[in-house]
């Protein structure tokens, strides 16, 4: 009998479950200033997340924007932090990591005090024009501030403690996003507080955020563990033969492998694309479906409180399984959600289907999000895996800003506010709105290239993973 208890107690999902555990406890090899990052992360990621998901709503209430004009505004953030992410490691990297967050941080708080200002006195001219400009000052320092966290988590751990460092970062975003979720509804519903105190949070944010990098991020030198050793100076390591980046850019550009990845990145814009519709289309559609005092917020947290749980359950699970099938499966039920929103509700029953689509969306996410990065790096010649890694945000870039501008066409076709005194709601709920003039048709249009670009995926597997270095792995698995 307790040999039979030994074995059930070994089962190979329980020790990888276990070791996923165990493996958070490297970072007692870890520097003061890890933890601090890690702090500064998570007060970081709750306003960017907040703001990210109250930011059409605050533009039209507190402003004045229509639906069409605050995703104009949200394509200017949006865009212009994806530009600003293509230089900003060149720029963090100069400044160095203290230096780096005393300028973007100090540049966040000034920029939202000015949000704080001009959203609560309404005698200010010129608001609406202040706000566009604050919000679009804000993508260069954003994108200071995600390169310089990845730098910083990698030189405040070991070779040992890196994996289990970025996990926990991971982690620590994502509870900063249900946080920030949570947030919203403790302004806008508990305290009944105008939409610009979410920005007063992110005043506070970035102080406590410029007072821990002062106290407790002092150095900035690599860190290695006891039994690593310095890298080899340049001067004194063996000449390697690099590619200049035109070379290099040029040979990708030849390659037929190239052109296959980036077809099938182009096939999951649609699933991709859903990330976009969170914050661009369903605070509005809650808002005008359930009503005014839609919960938004704390639906916003279920994404990232599943992730929470997902990272930690799912993913020692998942590993085990061929790259490409998750991919797939993952991407077809990410997309199967905005099927799910399609369902006609109102009222209280729109909060059962959204919560059904986001858990949906969620387990999706938990399959294929990590396998994109993988499917890249394997797919990708060696020596090119970072060349690819960045043009697959190209595909993107492209996306989001085709979604992020017709955000408010779309809204204003099938999710329209109604003059004062009027809800959506209500002429849902007497049959006043056709099917093909409801939200739900939106989700239907929306949700139709997301779920065929996965099943065209699966459907040219073969060509797709023609030369993936890991198929061998995965065929000597099986």
């Known amino acids: 009998m307790r040999t039979q208890v030994a074995e059930k107690s070994t089962h190979p999902v329980i020790s990888y479950l276990i070791a996923y555990l165990k493996d958070f406890r490297v970072l007692r090899e870890t520097r003061i200033e890890y933890w601090a990052l890690q702090i500064v992360n998570f007060l970081d990621c709750t306003i960017f997340f907040a703001m990210l998901n109250i930011a059409t709503v605050m533009l039209s209430d507190d402003f004045g924007f229509s639906d069409k004009q605050a995703g104009w505004v949200l394509t200017a953030f949006s865009s212009g932090t994806t530009i600003c992410l293509l ?171 190239f052109w296959r990845f980036t077809i099938l990145i182009t096939l999951l814009l649609g699933v991709r694309a859903v990330f976009a519709y969170m914050y661009l289309l369903f605070p509005k559609y809650w808002l005008r479906v359930i009503g005014p005092d839609a919960k938004m917020g704390t639906l916003q947290a279920i ?108 809204l204003e076709r099938f999710v329209p506010e109604l003059p004062e005194g009027e809800l959506l709601r209500d002429r849902l709920a007497a049959g006043a709105v056709s099917f093909w003039d409801s939200p739900s048709a939106l989700w239907i249009y929306l949700g139709i290239p997301a779920i065929l670009g996965p099943l065209v995926a699966l459907l040219f597997k073969s060509f797709f993973t023609k030369g993936a270095k890991f198929e061998k792995s995965a065929a000597a698995a099986h």
């Open 87 to 257: 230089f900003s490691g060149l720029v963090t990297d100069w400044l160095g990591i203290r230096v780096s967050m005393y300028v973007a941080m100090g540049a966040m708080l000034l920029l939202r005090v000015v949000v704080v200002w001009v959203g609560l006195d309404h005698s200010v001219p010129f608001r609406g024009t202040i706000v566009t400009g604050a919000f679009i000052l804000m993508a260069p320092f954003m994108a200071m501030i995600q390169t310089m966290f990845q730098a910083a988590n990698k030189r405040f751990t070991t070779g040992k403690s890196r994996s289990a460092g970025f996990n926990l970062w991971y982690l620590f975003m994502n509870v900063g996003a249900a946080a920030g979720g949570f947030l919203i509804d403790i302004v806008w519903l508990w305290l009944e507080l105008p939409n610009a105190h979410i920005f007063t949070y992110g005043v506070f944010a970035a102080v406590a955020s410029i007072v821990m990098t002062l106290f407790f991020i002092r150095r900035e030198e690599q860190l290695y563990g006891p039994s690593e050793q310095p890298a080899v100076p340049a001067a004194a390591a063996e000449p390697v033969k690099r590619l200049s980046p035109w070379e290099n850019f040029t040979r990708v550009m030849a390659s037929q492998v």
């Open 303 to 410: 994404n990232p409180i599943l992730i929470i749980f997902g990272l930690i359950v799912l993913i020692p699970i998942l590993h085990r399984f061929n790259v490409y099938k998750m991919l797939v499966y993952g991407a077809m039920i990410s997309a199967l959600s905005l099927f799910i929103m399609a369902i006609p509700s109102y009222g209280v029953e729109t909060y059962y289907v959204s919560i059904a689509a986001l858990i949906a969306l969620s387990i999706g996410e938990l399959i294929w999000s990590p396998r994109l990065t993988e499917y890249t790096a394997a797919i990708a010649p060696e020596g090119q895996e970072g060349v690819y890694l960045g043009l697959s945000m190209l595909p993107w870039f492209f996306a989001k800003m085709y979604v992020s501008f017709f955000s408010g066409y779309w």
